[in-house]
């Protein structure tokens, strides 16, 4: 239950986040106000102050600030349900009608990016993601290491006690059990290997090679070995610096999206922006719909098709709508499109490998 509710309450941020940075052209509220603006003292003409773009109706009670919220939700969600369709069925379209000047009608891509990442953020922690994952903030000292190692060993030692006595029997289950005692001589090999090494180690913690390189950088040697004492706090670090800096992913891509069109000196880095951040929010969603059906155990052969097929047909759709470019040219350009994406997530899994280590 108190899952379910930190989910909503993430989405409701992601919201108002959204709408904080959406444009309100287009809106409008419950008639012209009269007087001078509260906020600058300029005569009203309107229902907001054309000189500072202050509402004209200033509420002052409790039950305003509810409204403020729900108006805040509902209204970006209306949007949000006149934008979604085509930034999935026509995001060409979609693009190119917001870079002509049509502001009212769509969420701008920003605001709807933001929205989405806290979207998707959400629906992972509700499947037991980073905000579920329980680790201390100091790591286990070593007899506790030991204790849970040993526990392991005793039942995986059970283990093979039992299928050594099915395999010397004979008769039914004989060929699995034999099968199962080259696995588990292999397990109980490996957790004894580890206890060994928990025991004898300076301080009690299994290392990683990483742990013995030295990079020369202080700050990062330092952030690596805080690592390798406990990787559960360092994973939780690396998902919440993902989470908070999400929006690198725009500058970064912007400039391999600008170098296919080098030669189109018509296309600005602008247009280039609006394109990254629409087809950004795309991804975004359809990671969390892979999430869901994940979550619900949908057949593999969908996601697998989802995660294989959508982002390139959407590359491709999104380039011909937005630029005016035949099939030829959308082709190659996806083609080359979907290899910078691997190396802008590159870029960016080492923007938050180095962001989450020395934090």
Request: a positive charge; proline letters at 3%.
């Amino acid at each position: 239950m108190s899952g379910g509710i930190e989910v909503a309450g993430d989405i409701a941020t992601g919201a108002l986040l959204g709408r904080a940075v959406e444009p309100r052209a287009g809106e409008s509220g419950g008639g012209a106000a009269q007087g001078v603006c509260l906020n600058c003292g300029t005569a009203l003409i309107g229902e907001f102050c054309h000189a500072c773009g202050q509402n004209g109706h200033v509420h002052k009670t409790l039950s305003s600030i509810g409204h403020d919220l729900l108006h805040g939700v509902f209204h970006f969600e209306g949007k949000v349900w006149r934008t979604l369709p085509m930034l999935v069925a026509h995001p060409g379209q979609l693009t190119r009608r917001y870079i002509d000047g049509e502001r009212a009608r769509f969420v701008s891509p920003l605001a709807l990016f933001l929205f989405f990442v806290f979207l998707m953020f959400a629906t992972i922690s509700s499947l037991g993601g980073a905000s579920d994952m329980n680790f201390d903030a100091t790591p286990r000292s070593r007899e506790e290491r030991i204790a849970a190692v040993d526990g392991n060993i005793a039942k995986t030692q059970a283990e093979l006690t039992k299928a050594e006595g099915l395999a010397a029997k004979g008769g039914p289950g004989a060929e699995d059990a034999a099968s199962d005692i080259v696995g588990l001589k292999a397990t109980l090999s490996g957790l004894k290997v580890a206890r060994n090494t928990i025991a004898t180690s300076k301080d009690g913690h299994t290392r990683v090679t990483l742990s013995d390189a030295k990079t020369g950088w202080d700050r990062l040697d330092h952030g690596i070995a805080k690592a390798n004492a406990n990787p559960e706090l360092a994973l939780y670090k690396l998902q919440s610096s993902a989470y908070k800096y999400s929006w690198a992913l725009i500058p970064i891509s912007v400039p391999f999206v600008a170098l296919i069109f080098l030669w189109r000196r018509k296309f600005k880095l602008y247009d280039h922006a609006i394109f990254v951040t629409y087809s950004l929010s795309f991804m975004l969603l359809l990671v969390t719909a892979v999430t869901l059906l994940m979550m619900i155990d949908a057949p593999g052969v969908i996601t697998g098709c989802l995660i294989a097929f959508a982002p390139p047909v959407h590359l491709f759709a999104q380039l011909r709508g937005t630029y005016g470019l035949n099939w030829f040219s959308s082709l190659w350009r996806t083609l080359a499109l979907m290899l910078f994406g691997i190396i802008t997530l590159t870029l960016f899994a080492m923007l938050l490998l180095g962001l989450g280590l020395m934090e």
